[in-house]
């Protein structure tokens, strides 16, 4: 994938969900992000399930093709939810992995709480703290804000893969693990290696 010149990479956030999708894209330079989109797709008038997925398979391979991210930043389901909403949850996050795998691009996930502790210091922050956390790292006024915190979730989680990338190895201590091997160390073949290297300094 062609990154644009003097730009070093795209990180493509999304804030999965089967009623309403946050997604953000971050565009770096300089080791400095700045916010590219953000926006939300809306599903809640399809009645289907089967129909909300593929919407949402469409909407972030169309935003691969319009934006040529280099990276997807994804949340991962959480623990807590029922079963049933665990698993509709659990195939929105799988079909949105799978544009991203049509196009070769890597993808790493991050739990909730690691965005929250990453983003606020705290892994029971509230959605409007990541928010107003989101407007001061990346110099937001309200206009640029969308209303949907789903949006502000997947810049946040953008952002949480960009401050976790680019810490040195040896302070990584659970990131993210990518689900396609890339060449930039940053995934999960060689967090196996440091793991293996570095037992002792892996906090479980």
């Known amino acids: 994938m062609t990154t644009a010149a003097g730009v070093e990479k795209i990180i493509l956030g999304i804030d999965p969900g089967t009623n ?4 953000g894209l971050l565009r770096v330079n300089n080791r400095k992000p700045e916010l590219m989109v953000m926006g939300v797709l809306q599903l809640k008038k399809l009645e289907s399930h089967y129909v909300r997925l593929k919407r949402i398979y469409e909407r972030v391979l169309g935003l691969i093709e319009q934006y040529h991210p280099d990276e997807l930043a994804i949340e991962s389901p959480f623990v807590g939810i029922n079963p049933n909403s665990m698993i509709k949850l659990c195939r929105a996050q799988g079909v949105a992995m799978a544009a991203a795998v ?8 991050y739990s909730p709480a690691k965005v929250k502790i990453q983003m606020v210091g705290n892994g029971a922050a509230s959605k409007e703290q990541v928010a107003a956390m989101v407007k001061n790292a990346l110099h937001l006024t309200d206009e640029d804000m969308d209303a949907k915190f789903d949006a ?5 989680i953008a952002l949480t893969h960009f401050y976790i990338s680019n810490k040195p190895q040896s302070m990584l201590s659970g990131g993210a693990k990518s689900k396609i091997p890339t060449h930039s160390g940053g995934g999960s ?3 196996s290696a440091f793991v293996a290297q570095n037992a002792d300094r892996v906090h479980k």
Do not use: T
């Open 102 to 109: 049509e196009r070769d691009i890597p993808i790493f996930e």
């Open 189 to 191: 073949a060689s967090w």
């Open 20 to 23: 309403v999708m946050g997604y």
């Open 152 to 156: 502000s979730d997947a810049v946040a």
